[in-house]
């Protein structure tokens, strides 16, 4: 709830405080970039949402810049935490891994609150490739490439490389197509394209699925 005083400091004794002001800067950041888009709100949007004082931002993010760069690090652990717990669910059955992986997919880009890929829409709305929110968006890219390819090696794929490349790709289109085509999105044929990839790669079906 917003303070009724309308004060920030005033928030910031109060009850909203059990989190810290960059705690809850960082929250009220990451639901409006991820929302409305980095560059439709602006920092005193952030500012007003939080309840926190002007100081007490800039004290803890010396910039914009600054702000969207620990939006994408916390993204970032999350989709890693997600991952985690998807190849837990299957482990030592790689080939379920993918495909419970690949269903777990299809789930996450159908939710309601899902607004596409945090670090496709940050690195399309800021082209300049020396920002450096651009620079966690292309590790998080390049850590997603090679999680896949150790995968596709554990799973004695003829050509690990290639395969990965493949699974990359369905990942990304479906994270873009859901947006695109919305209700329209095929999301049950992610799973099945999965697996196809799987047996023109030489695989064995998986031991589990879902």
Known sequence: MRNPTGSAAAAEGGGAARKSARERVLETATALFYREGIRAVGIDRVIAESGVAKMSLYRNFASK???VVAFLEAADRRYWEWWDEAMARH?????GQVVGLFASLARRVTSPSYRG???INTAAELPDRAHPARAVCLAHKRKLRQRLRDLARRLGAREP???ADQLHLLIEGAYSSSQTLGADFPAAAIEGAAAALLREAGVAPPVTRG
């Open 117 to 119: 890929c945090p670090f």
């Open 161 to 163: 490389g290639r395969l």
């Open 91 to 95: 482990a030592g059955d790689p080939a």
């Open 65 to 67: 810049d600054e702000l």
